[in-house]
Nanobody
Framework: QVQLVESGGGLVQPGGSLRLSCAASGDIFRRGAMGWYRQAAGKQRELVATLTSGGRTNYADSVKGRFTISRDNVKNTVYLQMNSLKPEDTAVYYC???????????????WGQGTQVTVSS
């Protein structure tokens, strides 16, 4: 079975930085789009950043200029570098790997179990 394993979450002060990692099985990692999503208490799950196998990125407006998504195809790992963290960034962060057809049909859609990020002084 495909496994996505997130790590790197924790407690950090406002203005600090964290780097999240998500390790995936190699076959789907190399083919699919990787992404980070988050869900804060009382809020819907939202897209944070995505990175396609072709290198295209997309960021939520709330994190543009502060977060960077990247991938290492040798290590089969996607990263989310989070800088200038704010209390409102507090959430459970989920790693995602998915692929769709040109017509929009889902080929696969895998999720990790999440890692908690808490930004507080």
């Amino acid at each position: 079975q495909v496994q996505l394993v997130e790590s790197g979450g924790g407690l950090v002060q406002p203005g600090g930085s964290l780097r999240l990692s998500c390790a995936a099985s190699g076959d789907i990692f190399r083919r699919g789009a990787m992404g980070w999503y988050r869900q804060a208490a009382g809020k819907q799950r939202e897209l944070v950043a995505t990175l396609t196998s072709g290198g295209r990125t997309n960021y939520a407006d709330s994190v543009k200029g502060r977060f960077t998504i990247s991938r290492d195809n040798v290590k089969n790992t996607v990263y989310l570098q989070m800088n200038s963290l704010k209390p409102e960034d507090t959430a459970v962060y989920y790693c995602n790997c998915n692929d769709k057809t040109a017509g929009g049909a889902t080929l696969y859609d895998y999720w990790g179990q999440g890692t908690q990020v808490t930004v507080s002084s």
